[in-house]
Every structure is written in structure tokens, then in C-alpha cells.
């Protein structure tokens, strides 16, 4: 999980792709960048740490140009440490390409060895972002007859890259003295949102990002999302070109966006994730009737923030009363997207506040938005118990996460996963929790994609089934050795 923006714009686009990258900033902690295009010239700029954090103003004067892009960084391949695993990754030939992606490939060993011994390309990290760019920029190569490069040979570079790369890709890139390129993976996992707005002398001026709020911010309209294998094409004078490149795609959305990784207030692929987690709400609050006596609960809590609604429409539909136990501090990041273990468990304490108040002696249903390592439920339970709560029963919107993630989340590897291998009563007990409470898988799906055409949601976290059809019990066993080396 990423964020990404790109913007072609009339004016200086360094700003507008600064502020972007503070809205997405809840998608990635590791490490930012921003490229911009004056011209046929690049200026980049990137560093670990936070947005606020990286650029000095210094940083924000070099970066000159009317086209940019700009990236989050949340670690799933490479090292969070290393500031050369930083996004965005350039090469100088053809024409200078510079690439931001959200996403995961999972046929890297491959490309690896293409890259090598077929294509001749350097690869200087263990970014599988910099194999992207190589790719696309050998696939670009291929297709160039003269000195010029048209729309036609750029679409096909694209179609090949489908053909060679694997897992879940939502990418943004610049083309030096041509334009803006955008495209998202055969299955659209990882989301792309297209947005346009106009200068007063009537210039189109363009948009794409991971999500909708950024374009909303802008005061661009937005258009579309990017559907999946599509490709877009913008020139530097913004006129938009674009085409389907795979040859059978089909929409089947990341479900874990909503549930936890998107802000509340973005519409992605036509859903609200907003009012897919009140739905999930509603439907956990009719397994929570099914499966205990409601007069052993006193009040519902949710865990702040991505947990709120699904807590308030638990509360609603039960008829029990609402509290806000737990004090968020917001200058702490979020705990799941944090580079290692160690660093996760000692901000939680740092992150929650439990307010005795609320808690002593009374029967507290927590809502969470999902458990994962189990980390953070651990201490949450046991904050609970320490400021007096009598029970406290553990209910999850999302269902268990019973199996690795491979399309750019960080859940590498079962082992990591509290409930891979242990039934729901083994998971409380291992929690500290007096009762424990999943939403269902089916639940899951209705809630998410209700009111839409969309018939699949990628769950394979939850259910391991993996929707490109290409990742196997070898495969998981291989990135569980890599992650643990």
C-alpha cells in the first residue's frame, strides 16, 4: 500500500503535488518523493520519513516544472530504512522515464532474471517499483521506429507489460518532452482515480491519484477511476488519450481498502468508503445478536479513527449506548503500516489513552476495523482491563486474516497472522478477550460492493484464495523465507 499522484497542470505543479501527498500521507510513512518535468528535464527529490518531514523549502524551489508526480511509501518490497528504495525510480533511456507505483508484483524472481539476461537492465535495489520501470522502459524501447513517439507505440508498451508482470500495479509515470502515462493492473486491485479541471483561458489541467479525496482538495472534477488495464496517456498540453491495453480485464477491487488502508471521505471504483464501513456496521451488528446475549453488553467502543462508523451503526442497530473510551493521540502514525514489530508494539501505547471513566465496571463491546498480528488487540484488551473494564468482548468488521497478502500489504507471512491456524476461541484466549466476534466473509463482500456492479472483491487474506491465479503454495513459502532471512 501507496499513495500516488501525478498532475498536468498550466502552473508549477510542486505545491499542488506537496499538498496531495499530505492528504495521502495515511497510505504510506516510510519514505516520500516528488518528481517534477520542466521540459524535457527532471527534478526529483525524496526522502525517508514523513511529508512534513522530508522537503525543505530548499527542496521545494528545485522542483520546477508544470508536470509532476509524487509518492507515499509504505514498505512491502525492499528496505523502509534504505533511502534508495525511495520512490520514484528514473532511468535515462528511452527518453528518460520516471515511475511511482502502488501495488505488489509477485513474479519478481522472474523478472529479475529477465531483466538480466534478456532485456540487459540494471536493477540497483530490491524494489520491485525499479523492475516496473525497467520493464515498461525495455517494452517502450521496443516499439519506437523513429525519432518521435506516438500514443499508439506508448499503449503497446503498456499491453506488454501486462503480459510480463504479475500482481497488483497502480502506476503513474513521466515521459521527458511528451507527457503524463498512467495505468492500473488487469484486475484494478490497487485503486486509480482520474480528475480534470479547467483554467479560466479553458486549458484542461489533469489529475490521478490513489484516491478520490485529493482530487476533491484540488477542486478537480473528478472524472473516472482508471479501469483496470486501461492506460492514460496526457501531453503536455493536456489533451487526455486513453485505452483499454489488457487483453481480459475484470474489476476485482482490494477489499482491505475498506476496511482500513482508505480515508473515510474517498470514493473509490463508485463506492463510498465511508458508507461501505456503516454497512459492515450493520452487518457485524446482526452476527454480534446471533452469537451473544446483548445484555451482557453495557456500551460499544470503537478503536479510532477507520473503526468509528462500523462502531456507531453496531451501537444503533443493537439499541446499546455509544462511547468514545479510547483517546487517539494523532501525532503518532498509524500503527499497522509501521516498518517492524517492535516499533508497532510500543506505539500503540503511545497512539491510545483508555479513559477509566468509561471502562470501570462496566461490559465493553470494542470495535476494530480488522485484527492482523494481533498486536495491537493484545494491548487494547489489556488497556481495557486496566481501567476497569468487568468484560470486554472483541468484534472485528473485517473477517479473520487467516492468510498472507501479496498485492501491496504488508502481511507477508502466516506465522505473523493471529488467527492462521487458530479457531476463533484460541484467537480470544491469545487476546485476553472474555469473547470474541468476526464479521463474515459473505457479509463482508455485500457490505463493500452494495448498490454496484462490482461482483468480486479480492479477500484473499481472509479466504487465500488469490484472484490473478497466479500465486502458489511455493510462492507463499518463498516470501515467507525472504521476509524472515
Not at 501507496?2 to 502552473?11: D, F, H, K, L, M
Amino acid at each position: 500500500m501507496c499513495g500516488i499522484v501525478g498532475i498536468v497542470s498550466t502552473e508549477p505543479v510542486n505545491q499542488q503535488i506537496y499538498d496531495s501527498l499530505l492528504l495521502l500521507q495515511h497510505r504510506g510513512q516510510d519514505s516520500t518523493g516528488i518528481a517534477t518535468a520542466d521540459g524535457p528535464v527532471f527534478h526529483m527529490a525524496k526522502a525517508r520519513g514523513q511529508v512534513r518531514e522530508a522537503f525543505r523549502t530548499r527542496d521545494m524551489r528545485s522542483l520546477i516544472g508544470n508536470m509532476g508526480l509524487g509518492h507515499v511509501r509504505y514498505t512491502t518490497k525492499g528496505a523502509a530504512e534504505r533511502e534508495e528504495e525511495a520512490q520514484p525510480f528514473y532511468v535515462n533511456a528511452p527518453y528518460g522515464i520516471i515511475l511511482v507505483h502502488n501495488g505488489n508484483l509477485t513474479n519478481t524472481r522472474e523478472l529479475s532474471s529477465e531483466l538480466f539476461s534478456i532485456d540487459r537492465r540494471h536493477v540497483n535495489s530490491t524494489s520491485d517499483t525499479e523492475m516496473l520501470l525497467n520493464v515498461l522502459a525495455t517494452e517502450l524501447q521496443g516499439q519506437i521506429k523513429g525519432l518521435e513517439l506516438d500514443p499508439d507505440q506508448i499503449f503497446q508498451a503498456v499491453a506488454n507489460v501486462h503480459e510480463r508482470v504479475e500482481g497488483s500495479y497502480a502506476v503513474i509515470s513521466l515521459i521527458a518532452g511528451y507527457g503524463l502515462l498512467a495505468f492500473r493492473d488487469p484486475f484494478g486491485i490497487r485503486p486509480l482515480i482520474l480528475g480534470k479541471r479547467q483554467t479560466e483561458a479553458g486549458r484542461d489541467e489533469w489529475i490521478v491519484a490513489s484516491e478520490s479525496l485529493v482530487l476533491e482538495n484540488g477542486d478537480y472534477e473528478i472524472v473516472r477511476d482508471v479501469e483496470p488495464g486501461e492506460a492514460i496517456f496526457i501531453t503536455l498540453d493536456g489533451e487526455m488519450i486513453s485505452r483499454q491495453c489488457a487483453k481480459n480485464p475484470v474489476l476485482i477491487p482490494c477489499s482491505f481498502e475498506y476496511v482500513y488502508l482508505a480515508r473515510p471521505d474517498s470514493v473509490m471504483n463508485g463506492i463510498s468508503v465511508y458508507e461501505s464501513r456503516l454497512r459492515m456496521g450493520d452487518r457485524l451488528a446482526d452476527t454480534v445478536a446471533t452469537h451473544m446475549p446483548l445484555g451482557d453488553i453495557d456500551v460499544v467502543m470503537p478503536i479510532p479513527d477507520s473503526s468509528r462508523p462500523s462502531a456507531m451503526q453496531v451501537a444503533q442497530k443493537l439499541g446499546i449506548e455509544y462511547r468514545e473510551g479510547f483517546y487517539k493521540n494523532r501525532y503518532v502514525g498509524r500503527t499497522f503500516i509501521m516498518p517492524g514489530q517492535a516499533e508497532r508494539k510500543r506505539s500503540v501505547r503511545q497512539k491510545l489513552n483508555a479513559m477509566g471513566t468509561e471502562f470501570r465496571g462496566k461490559n465493553i463491546l470494542i470495535v476494530d476495523d480488522s485484527i492482523v498480528r494481533g498486536t495491537t488487540s493484545q494491548q487494547i484488551v489489556q488497556m481495557a482491563r486496566d481501567a476497569g473494564a468487568n468484560k470486554v468482548t472483541f468484534a472485528s468488521a473485517a473477517p479473520p486474516v487467516r492468510y498472507p497478502h501479496v498485492y501491496g500489504i504488508n502481511m507477508p507471512s502466516r506465522q505473523e497472522l493471529i488467527a492462521h491456524g487458530r479457531k476463533i476461541p484460541e484467537i480470544a484466549a491469545e487476546l485476553g478477550a472474555d469473547h470474541m466476534i468476526y464479521q463474515e466473509v459473505a457479509d463482508l463482500q455485500a457490505a463493500i460492493t452494495e448498490g454496484t456492479s462490482i461482483e468480486q472483491l479480492d479477500l484473499s487474506c481472509f479466504t487465500g484464495e488469490y484472484v490473478t491465479g497466479t500465486v502458489s503454495e511455493e510462492y507463499l513459502g518463498w516470501v515467507e523465507r525472504t521476509q524472515l532471512s
